[in-house]
């Protein structure tokens, strides 16, 4: 990993730890406990792909798992938080940039049930029945609210702070790729440029049109001049 995805990344982890273990799993709310620490690997892997998102995801599961109040199997969350990092990753844009809210909504919702489904499921391998007692279809449901509830404070700004760690401006013109796919979505936002730019290469067009007439026509005087000296001397 790049060092300012690390000198990111670390910070963020540790406060969302921090919060989720002193602040949210104090709320005592029905069902699950809100995952801040699973929405802080979610946006981080939306702008930094597959390979950033499980790397995270893994180190950041590693510390919850090591962090106390932690009453089960150390790496059994590592392992959780590294898949749903992967796979959040993968749905990152080849532009690099999400056109709309839409699909980060999915890939939350999507992270909240696998996330609940493999960490029981994993639990279960391994003798902790706890799932059972509380109720799979209660924890599913109260996961995905929560960190429905949480995404749109957390995982926006988390992407913004990504994209500024990768160098990428918050909003383009259309120049900051060399293909030209990375401005590509933010055209909308520089109305009026597009207009300027075609008029103003059609002025050079005829501009150059103009010099190239006048051009040819001090060519062909000149050419006229010599056909006619030439045809006085033959005469003579």
Known sequence: MRINRILLSAPLVVVALVIQVTILARLQLPGAVPDLLLLVVVGLALVYGHVGGALIGFFAGLLADLAPPSDHAIGRYALVLCVIGYAAGLTKPESGRHRSATLPLIVVIGAAIVSTLMYAGVGALVGDT?????????????????????????????????????????????????????????????TGTGLKASRGAMKSVRAGARIGSQRGGLLGKSARDKVGRIKGVKRL
Do not use: C, K, N, Q
């Not at 799932?131 to 996961?143: D, E, M, T, Y």
């Not at 957390?154 to 918050?170: I, N, S």
């Open 130 to 190: 706890a799932a059972r007692h509380v109720g799979i279809v209660g924890l599913l449901l109260s996961a995905t609210l929560y960190d429905l509830l949480l995404a749109p404070f957390v995982v926006p700004l988390l992407m913004a702070a990504a994209r500024r760690t990768e160098g990428e401006p918050l909003t383009g013109d259309g120049t900051s790729s060399p293909s030209g796919s990375g401005g590509a979505g933010y055209g909308w936002l520089t």
